[in-house]
């Protein structure tokens, strides 16, 4: 049986039931002031489905306030819906084809899928490499900057760092303005563990602060090696892989992106890696996943349209 078969995808009560399991799992909490024990259920004939009501401050509220969901008028089991085709998808999924698939105008196809990718930002700071593991870095570039000329190579595109665990297999992405080693340099340094073993290629903005950990392992590209021949852990095919799905995604999928939105772009992108089965992660589990980052990260529209 298929998965989207389940009640909470197609049943608009199963839906709140559905997540508000995930968002309280020990009971009803007020978002407005952090009360849990004298919370009551508004059951009246004209009251919205899911609505509480707080007697300490007095307020009415629902699982969607405070999330991701919190002001949206599409129902929230069609928005579970949304969230499972995005996480199922490999390369991700269009808002063209949300929009068809669940019978949304292409507008709120685009603000969900927004809203979904800043509940699939992690907020995991912790460094990469801990206990003398091996952490691949590099750069990829995509798309084209504003308002800069279409050059040869590089220079016209947009800039993306990425860190990739090896031995835990997760990545890290962040957009770059550059590539200079002031720039690079720290964000390295801020998310790795000194002990770490820095896998990278032999561009010259990684050769100074590769001296800043235990080891620093040079692939030189340039002259066409791919994975040392004295030292096969030393390659970065691992982060190669990464590129390889973001860059299909992006082009064959997404097609176009912002710089302005690109940071939530490497957000799916990091969070469907980072879930993967390869990792344990079925697409249940990630929804589940998923689910555990709507709160606290509300978007509206106008914001979600800002410069990040």
């Not at 306030?65 to 002001?71: L, R, S």
């Not at 999924?93 to 800043?118: C, D, P, Y």
């Not at 896998?199 to 950990?213: I, K, P």
């Not at 710089?259 to 469907?272: G, I, N, Q």
Request: aromatic share 8%.
């Amino acid at each position: 049986m298929s998965i989207l078969s389940a009640p909470h995808f197609h049943d608009e009560e199963a839906a709140y039931a559905f997540v508000e399991a995930r968002v309280w799992p020990e009971g009803p909490v007020c978002p407005h002031c952090g009360c849990f024990d004298r919370i009551g259920t508004l059951k009246g004939k004209s009251t919205r489905l899911g609505v509480r009501k707080c007697y300490d401050c007095r307020k009415p509220f629902t699982v969607k306030v405070g999330t991701v969901f919190e002001a949206s008028n599409v129902k929230l089991h069609v928005w579970l819906q949304a969230m499972f085709l995005m996480c199922s998808s490999k390369k991700g999924i269009s808002s063209n084809q949300l929009h068809r698939t669940l019978g949304v105008t292409l507008k709120t196809a685009w603000f969900m899928s927004h809203r979904i990718r800043e509940a699939m930002r992690s907020g995991d700071l912790a460094p990469f490499g801990v206990d003398g593991g091996t952490v691949e870095v590099d750069e990829t570039y995509i798309g084209r900057e504003p308002g800069k000329p279409v050059k040869r190579a590089f220079h016209h595109k947009m800039k993306v760092l990425t860190l990739v665990d090896r031995d835990r297999g997760v990545a890290r992405s962040m957009v770059v303005d550059n590539i200079r080693p002031a720039t690079i340099a720290p964000i390295v340094m801020e998310n790795m563990a000194r002990e770490a073993r820095l896998m990278t290629d032999e561009a010259g903005h990684y050769l100074r602060v590769g001296r800043e950990f235990a080891a620093h392992g040079v692939v030189r590209h340039g002259q066409g090696e791919y994975v040392s021949m004295t030292d096969r852990s030393l390659h970065t095919n691992t982060i190669e892989g990464y590129f390889s799905i973001f860059k299909r995604g992006m082009r064959g999928v997404y097609q176009h992106c912002g710089k302005r939105h690109l940071h939530r772009y490497l957000a799916e992108f990091d969070f469907r890696y980072n879930n993967r089965i390869a990792l344990g992660t079925g697409d249940a589990q990630r929804l589940d996943n998923a689910l555990a980052g709507i709160v606290g990260r509300r978007l509206t529209y106008r914001g979600s349209s800002a410069a990040a």
